[in-house]
């Protein structure tokens, strides 16, 4: 495929956990890192964490620390955001997406290809 593909989205109590899952792209070009953003209703995407694919260093926001953990499988070309004590604040559309070029990147304007997104609901 042309761009990421999410999946694992759904809708969990405040408190439980969810583990998203992106398949990069299939294109040849040079792959640096993969992050995962989150857009809520009104509000502008924002970055959650984000992984290189070669050394595996992570970053995240502040928002998240603590809470969600990504991590990579080289071998499957794959990405995962595994998202504990999930609170109603989570809520949202959560994408992932692919950089070029580093360093890891916090800014949509970094990232060069984006997944149509999967929706996180946490319920109160």
């Known amino acids: 495929q042309v761009q990421p593909v999410e999946s694992g989205g759904g809708l969990v109590q405040a408190g439980g956990s969810l583990r998203l899952s992106c398949a990069a792209s299939?294109?040849?070009?040079?792959?640096?890192?993969m992050g995962w953003f989150r857009q809520a209703p009104g509000k502008e995407r924002e970055f959650s964490a984000g992984i290189t694919w070669s050394s595996g260093y992570t970053r995240y926001a502040d928002s998240v620390k603590g809470r969600f953990t990504i991590s990579r499988d080289n071998t499957k070309n794959t990405v995962y955001l595994q998202m504990n004590s999930l609170k109603p604040e989570d809520t949202a559309v959560y994408y992932c997406?692919?950089?070029?070029?580093?360093?890891?990147?916090?800014?949509?304007?970094?990232?060069?290809?984006w997944g149509r997104g999967t929706q996180v609901t946490v319920s109160s």
């Open positions: 299939g294109r040849t070009r040079t792959k640096y890192a």
């Open positions: 997406a692919e950089q070029s070029f580093g360093p890891l990147g916090t800014l949509t304007s970094q990232y060069d290809y």
